[in-house]
């Protein structure tokens, strides 16, 4: 599933040329997880105003409303000159007059939903119960660890939750913990202040690593011109159980954790 590091990094590939553009014609092909939400009327000839991420929601700002745009988990977007007709993996065209957006998504999974505004019942439907964005300077120390005191789960699960901070996925959750030496096990309640602004800074070095790698590409994930990713080549633990760690020389373990698989150093990472 792309996580964060790959939707910003998909963000940062078209955002820029998107921008300016007026909305031509739009195309559906099967449907997604949720409808979008308004008539396609609405968004021809709207102009657009931008692109922001909000957790692993892309926002296409239009001169009125925005579009929320999810990969889901096998999801991915092109930016340009689209001559190839939509395949039936292609869900959602949005022809503008800078190039076309397409969205494929062979699982269907992703979605395309329309909203009146940022505060409108259909984007808080989505977006209202997300955390604080890690990358921001929103993302403070005191309130993290408050929150974290506030939960009795296991760290990695309350990281991959994303209600106390957005988007730290199942690879970086792994890769964040490794740096900052805690054992995904660990009751998010009982972890000290020292650590907490330990995996605090953890996991904003290890997702601006990411998206300054490109993301991680372990299927079929690309950005908008069709880059893939590299982060997953310089992993420390994630997807490497029974091979040694790169620093202690301990062989790298793997659980399940709410059916997702967790990786960790036993000797780097305390409980």
């Not at 999974?109 to 921001?136: I, N, T, Y």
């Not at 998206?211 to 420390?236: M, R």
Request: glycine share 10%; proline share 4%.
């Amino acid at each position: 599933m792309p996580e964060l590091p790959e939707v910003e990094v998909t963000r940062l590939s078209f955002a820029e040329r998107i921008t300016g553009a007026t909305v031509q014609s739009v195309r559906l092909g099967k449907p997604l997880r949720w409808p979008l939400g308004c008539q396609l009327g609405v968004l021809l000839g709207q102009r657009i105003l931008g692109v922001r991420r909000r957790g692993k929601y892309l926002l296409i700002d239009l001169q009125q409303g925005l579009l929320l745009m999810h990969l889901g988990m096998s999801g991915s977007l092109t930016f340009g000159d689209q001559t190839r007709a939509m395949g039936k993996h292609d869900h959602f065209d949005l022809a503008t007059t800078q190039g076309v957006l397409r969205l494929n998504d062979p699982r269907r999974f992703g979605a395309v939903v329309f909203a009146p505004d940022e505060q409108s019942p259909q984007a808080q439907k989505l977006l209202g119960r997300l955390g604080v964005e890690p990358l921001g300077e929103e993302f403070l120390l005191a309130d993290f660890q408050r929150a974290l005191k506030q939960r009795k789960a296991p760290i990695k699960q309350v990281l991959l939750a994303g209600e106390v901070v957005v988007g730290v996925g199942n690879i970086y959750a792994s890769e964040a913990l490794f740096l900052a030496g805690i054992r995904p096990t660990t009751r998010a309640l009982r972890i000290s202040r020292q650590r907490v602004e330990r995996l605090r800074e953890a996991i904003r070095t290890v997702l601006a690593r990411a998206v300054e790698k490109g993301g991680s590409t372990l299927k079929d994930f690309s950005n908008a011109h069709g880059e893939s990713g590299y982060f997953q080549l310089e992993a420390a633990v994630y997807a490497r159980q029974g091979e040694s760690c790169r620093v202690c020389g301990t062989a790298i373990r793997m659980i399940r954790q709410g059916q997702r698989a967790t990786f960790y150093c036993p000797t780097c990472q305390k409980p």
